[in-house]
């Protein structure tokens, strides 16, 4: 049986950007930290991903502020980070290879955005055959005008996404949740 890693994606300053619409999930931040507390403590693997972008008038272009992680979830020394440029972890990086190398077999995913990198990262995992868990309210996103000229709530999207991911790609679960799972 494979280890199971905490993968942090993209929580990064720019998407504090009030550019983006509001956001749902105010407290995703705050379980973010208990989950990476619980991993700290028990020494088990963590991986940070932060999205570069080399799109012009992204807020995440590596020469701006608003590339750097928040501070609260910082990664500490010898946590494994991969840097992208593209929606999903697992393109023109190395981390398929880093969590095979390390068995890891399972990974709980917590992060920004629900709906871009979240759920990219999270439907290739499981493609590659990994046991994913999205933890729910650990996870956040913005609000966003459609194809249709509707204004979508972020929670809106934020449920509904879960809910695509939920049973086909991954198991949806609280902080609380994967907190009393981890052993």
């Keep these: 049986m494979g280890k199971t890693a905490l993968l942090v994606i993209d929580v990064q ?81 190395g981390l398929e290879k880093h969590l095979r190398e390390h068995d890891i077999s399972s990974l709980v995913i917590v992060g920004l955005t629900t709906d871009h990198c979240v759920s990219a990262a999270t439907r290739m995992a499981s493609d590659l055959g990994f046991d994913v868990t999205v933890v729910s309210d650990a996870t956040a996103t913005h609000e966003r005008l459609g194809y249709d000229g509707v204004l979508y709530s972020a929670d809106d999207i934020h449920k509904i996404n879960l809910v695509s991911l939920n049973g086909e790609f991954c198991a949806v679960r609280s902080t609380r949740e994967v907190l009393k799972e981890i052993v």
Excluded: C
Aim: proline content about 7%; glycine content about 6%.
């Design 13 to 93: 300053k720019g998407l504090d950007d009030p550019y983006h619409g509001k956001r749902n999930n105010p407290d995703a931040e705050s379980n973010m930290v208990l989950l990476l507390s619980k991993w700290r403590k028990l020494r088990l693997p963590i991986v940070h991903v932060k999205h570069s972008s080399v799109e012009p008038n992204s807020k995440l272009r590596p020469e701006l502020r608003g590339n750097e992680v928040k501070d609260e979830v910082k990664p500490l020394a010898g946590e494994k980070q991969f840097t992208k440029s593209v929606n999903s972890v697992f393109i023109g990086t």
